[in-house]
Each structure stands twice: as C-alpha cells, then as structure tokens.
C-alpha cells in the first residue's frame, strides 16, 4: 500500500512545480521532500517529473496519477475536516492575507474590527500582494488568501468576485484652472501623478495608449498611502477608484469629477485555495471574506 504522505508530497510537487515549495506548504525539510520523490519515483518505476526553466514538469505518467491522487487525497482531507470544529470565538489560529496597499487602505480597519468581534483570539498578518508570485504564494500556503485585481496566472485556486472598481479624478478642492467638469482638453493639459503600474492599476495607461494619448506624468509614488496629502498641496490631478478617493476627500484632501473618458471597471477578485492546510479554519476564513469583504471595501457603506 502507498504510504499517504508520499501522494501529499506528489501532490504538492505537482502543484507547485518545485520540491522546495511542497516541502514549504507541507512544513517538511527540502531533503524530506526529495526523499519521498525518490520512494514514489522507485514505487511507479516512472521519474514522474523533469526539470526545466518552468520548474519540475509532470511526466505523462505523473499527469495521470495526479488526478486520481488528487480527487483521493481531496475526499480523505475533506472526511477528517468534518470531524473538527474550528469555533472562531475560542480559535487562536493565523491567517495570512496578502492586500495591496490600496486594499489596506479600504478592507483593513474594518476587517480588523469584524475578527475581534467575531474571532477576538485569532492573529491575521497582512503580506504586501506581489502579483507575480501571487499563485505561487496561495499553492505553498504562505498565503491563506488574496484581494487583488483579477490576476490570470493564478491557477486552480478558488475565487470570488468581489466588487467592480470605478475610476474617477481625484484634484485639489480649489484647482485654479478646473471647475466643476473635467473635459478631455483640461485632462491631458494637466499634470499628473501615478501609481506605480506594478500594483496593478495600468488600466488607464493602457486605455489613452488605445486613443494614441500620453499624459504628462510627473510624480509616481509606488504607494496610494501619499496622494491625499499630493493632491492637496499641488494641483496634480491623480486617476484612481472611487472607494479610494471618497475616503481621501472625507480628509478634506480634495474632491472628485467624473473622467471625461471610458475606462473598463477592473475586477478585484478574492483568491484562495482552502484544501491546502487547515481546511476547516481556511474555509471560515474564505468565507468570512467573501460575505464581508464587500460591505467593508465599500466606504460609503
């Protein structure tokens, strides 16, 4: 019979195309790890995974076998879930969520208040989101979820439409040259300020490139932490969501005109693969966000 925790290992593996990320989401040592490849790869008489730039690629015989381990493994994991309780009001667990700092900025105090409410004993550790190492976060388990803009290269994780983001032009309250309308004119003879594309928010940019336009760009901050107290003392306009702007002009660090151009409304998504660890306490946690992540991004809520 095959010992279960070398499928858990070929699982791993496979999913994370690396036996250092199996041994990282199985809290095993590396050498553990290739250990148990050795056995499988003796047991099927098959070397079930090749290195390569993309990392370890499956053989067709470790294709095959994946899906019968994995519907396997999935429904013992699932039997033994069922058996455990995971009470939020007495749990001491840790959840890693990853944001960016736009999602601080919206989820992260009322996220906050709602767990102490309803799970006062649990810790959450907020990681910034990297969006290239997002699905390779959510597969070894350095992550137990991410709210971002819909990323393609997470794979096979579960996700949940959070919300639409609308775009809008956040400017200084008493701008000299802007009145009460925004007109394509006004825009592109302006001065802007951005947000580094690597957090995800380029969608502007890509959309004046598709009407052969280029803004004047000259301050970008790799964070939204600095545009309140930006757009307050210049007269720098910033594009950005309409969540993130209602809040900064709450401050009193601006006010907010309607775009005098279309930009398609990005999807934030939450991501998550809660067969991976604690089933039970990662499915709470899922669930807690799809049902509250919502109203909390929401400022006006």
């Known amino acids: 019979m095959l010992d279960l925790n070398l499928v858990r290992v070929f699982t791993a593996i496979y999913e994370t195309r690396s036996v250092s990320g199996a041994a990282d989401r199985l809290f095993i040592t590396q050498p553990s790890a290739s250990y148990a490849l050795a056995r499988l790869r003796n047991e099927t008489n098959d070397e079930l995974f090749k290195r390569s730039r993309k990392g370890m690629e499956p053989t067709p015989t470790a294709v095959q ?3 019968v381990f ?24 840790k959840f890693r969520l990853a944001l960016s700092d736009l999602g601080e900025l919206l989820l992260l105090p009322r996220l906050v208040t709602h767990l102490r409410q309803v799970a006062p ?4 550790e907020v990681l910034p989101v990297d969006m290239q190492k997002l699905d390779e976060w959510l597969l070894t388990g350095r992550i137990d979820a991410a709210i971002c803009n819909r990323n393609e ?3 096979s994780a579960q996700r949940e439409l959070i919300m ?4 809008v032009c956040l400017l200084n309250s008493n701008h000299p040259r802007i009145g ?3 007109t394509m004119d006004d825009y592109m003879h302006e001065q802007h300020v951005v947000v580094s594309a ?15 336009l280029e803004r004047d760009i000259v301050v970008e901050v790799p964070h939204f932490a600095a545009l309140g107290e930006l757009i307050a003392s210049s007269e720098l306009l910033v594009t950005l969501p309409f969540n993130a702007a209602s809040i900064y002009v709450r401050r009193g660090n601006g006010r907010i005109l309607e775009l005098p151009f279309n930009v398609p409304n ?3 998504f939450l991501y998550a693969h809660t067969e991976i660890g604690d089933i039970t306490a990662k499915t709470w946690f899922y669930n807690v966000l799809c049902q509250a992540a919502p109203m909390m991004i929401d400022p006006v809520s």
């Open 65 to 67: 076998l994946y899906k």
């Open 153 to 155: 290269t997470v794979s």
């Open 198 to 212: 690597t957090s995800g928010h380029h969608i502007v940019e890509d959309r004046l490139k598709e009407f052969g």
């Open 266 to 268: 990005p999807e934030v």
């Open 121 to 124: 004993n649990v810790q959450l």
């Open 180 to 182: 009460d309308k925004l």
């Open 164 to 167: 639409y983001q609308r775009y």
């Open 70 to 93: 994995k519907k396997s493994l999935t429904g013992i994991e699932l039997a033994v879930a069922e058996t455990r309780n995971f009470n939020p009001e007495t749990a001491r667990h």
